[in-house]
């Protein structure tokens, strides 16, 4: 019974100095996961995303859709602020980042390091480079290399897949 005890506590000693070390090198895993928590994905099925958005934002958000051309409610918007995934929130563009491009969707130069992911989509007889949510995946439209800025980049946004977040500290 005395071993079995003196066993046990030897090994419970042996593991906290491993523990030690184990955790520093968790602390710094850790600090590496922090600095991309953007990058945390989110992760629903159909019917629950079907649940939380309208019918227009699952179809373009999840069907991957298109809003008509000069018919978004950011197309001409001004206001300085953020503009969040509209299903998940993540913040994706800067007010400041945005840019009047004509093409009838709100337009902008640059993204919100890590926010938007890109794929190749070949549908429609088109290639085109499709922007996702990096956070839950949602469809926002197409990024094009044309950028009349210095970015040379076009990320060309459905209004109905962002959530405008005007910034009251901004004069
Ligand atoms: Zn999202």
């Known amino acids: 019974m005395v071993i079995t005890l003196l066993a046990g506590f030897a090994a419970c000693n042996t593991?906290?100095?491993?523990?030690?070390?184990d955790m520093r090198d968790m602390q710094s895993k850790l600090k590496e996961k922090q600095s991309d928590s953007t990058a945390q994905t989110i992760v629903k099925t159909e019917q629950e995303w079907k649940e939380q958005l309208t019918a227009e934002q699952y179809y373009i958000l999840r069907?991957?859709?298109?809003?008509?051309?000069?018919?978004?409610?950011?197309?001409?918007n001004k206001d300085e602020g953020v503009y969040k995934c509209a299903a998940c929130g993540n913040p994706l563009f800067k007010s400041d980042q945005k840019f009047d491009?004509?093409?009838?969707?709100p337009s902008f130069d640059d993204q919100?390091?890590?926010?938007?992911?890109?794929?190749?989509?070949?549908?429609h007889g088109m290639v085109?480079?499709?922007?996702?949510?990096?956070?839950?995946?949602?469809?926002?439209?197409h990024v094009f290399d044309d950028g009349p800025?210095?970015?040379?980049?076009?990320?060309?946004?459905?209004?109905?897949?962002?959530d405008f977040e005007k910034d009251t500290l901004a004069k």
């Not at 491009?101 to 969707?105: E, L, Q």
């Not at 919100?112 to 549908?123: F, L, P, W």
């Open 101 to 105: 491009s004509h093409c009838g969707w």
């Open 128 to 141: 085109r480079t499709e922007i996702m949510c990096a956070r839950c995946g949602g469809h926002l439209g």
């Open 63 to 76: 069907e991957k859709g298109t809003e008509r051309a000069f018919t978004g409610k950011y197309l001409l």
């Open 15 to 21: 593991s906290v100095t491993t523990n030690t070390k």
């Open 149 to 162: 800025t210095n970015t040379g980049l076009r990320y060309c946004v459905n209004s109905v897949s962002i």
């Open 112 to 123: 919100i390091e890590g926010a938007v992911k890109t794929e190749r989509d070949t549908s």
